[in-house]
Each structure stands twice: as C-alpha cells, then as structure tokens.
C-alpha cells in the first residue's frame, strides 16, 4: 500500500473511532481498548490500566489476564502532542507473550495539564491521556484509548 493511501486510511480510522472514543471512554482514570478482527466481530475492554514507562506503553485488561505492551519509536510533536510510531507490539495471555506484527498505526500521547487537538483534527485529546491505533498484518485493528495511571521517567 503506497504511504499516501496507507495514512489517508489511518487518518479515516483515527476519526472514526477517535469519536467513539470521545464519547465511550469511561469516566474513571481507566481506558477503553477495541479489538475489530478482520471478520468484523468487535471485542470491548473497559477499565484497562495504562503505564507509561519511557519509550514503552503498557495496556493492562481489568483483570489482569491480558498485556499489551507497546514500544514506540520515531517520536514528534504537534504542538503539545507528541506522535509515536508503534516500533513492536507484544501480548501476553495465559502465561505466554506472543509478538504481533503490526502493518500500521500511531501512538498520540498529551501529557501536559490541558487539552489539545490531535493533529491534523478537530478531535481534541485530554490532559495524561493517551490514544493507540493500529492495524495488525493480520488485518485485526486495535484502538485505545484512556488516562494514563502510571508514568515512570
């Protein structure tokens, strides 16, 4: 897929689920994490805890059972947002990580006191939070997005 096509088709997925998100994100200092697999069937997880620990991002699930780590890498910033590439994506489950190759996507993260707008939108992204999307090789799109619970320097 040529760069141009590639970013017009991430930038229509951040605008539609980033609005779903504006509206879905629970009220608590928690984030909300969508799994749509390439079949269209669309798995929830509420309440995920997110730590930030240098270049790396870490979704937990409510329960504990599942990991997502998320190591960023070819960071800029728009204004107060800074904009990361997702460099590797790991999941753990039941006991075993498992790499997952990723085809796309982009890590907007606004740690400052304020709300910004996300780039080149209108959506805007609250204080300590963070937004994940990215499409899998699999075809599998996976979107969160939440406040940040935990920040090691």
């Known amino acids: 897929m040529k760069a141009k096509a590639r970013i017009g088709l991430a930038a229509g997925c951040l605008a539609g689920w980033a609005a779903w998100l504006a509206t879905g994100s629970p009220a608590s200092a928690k984030g909300v994490t969508l799994i749509q697999e390439r079949n269209g069937t669309v798995k929830t997880y509420g309440n995920v805890n997110i730590a930030l620990d240098r270049q790396t991002l870490t979704l937990r699930t409510a329960d504990g059972k599942g990991?997502?780590?998320?190591?960023?890498?070819a960071c800029s910033f728009d204004n107060s947002v800074q904009r990361c590439l997702p460099y590797s994506v790991t999941l753990t489950q039941n006991g075993k990580t498992h790499p997952i190759a990723i085809d796309y996507g982009s890590v907007?993260?606004?740690?400052t006191s304020a709300a910004h707008?996300?780039?080149?939108?209108?959506?805007?992204l609250a204080p300590r939070t963070v937004l994940v999307l990215f499409k899998t090789a699999h075809g599998t799109y996976v979107t969160s997005k939440g406040t940040v619970d935990e920040v090691k320097p």
């Open 117 to 124: 707008h996300l780039p080149l939108s209108s959506d805007m």
């Open 108 to 111: 907007f993260l606004n740690m």
């Open 67 to 73: 990991i997502l780590k998320i190591v960023t890498g």
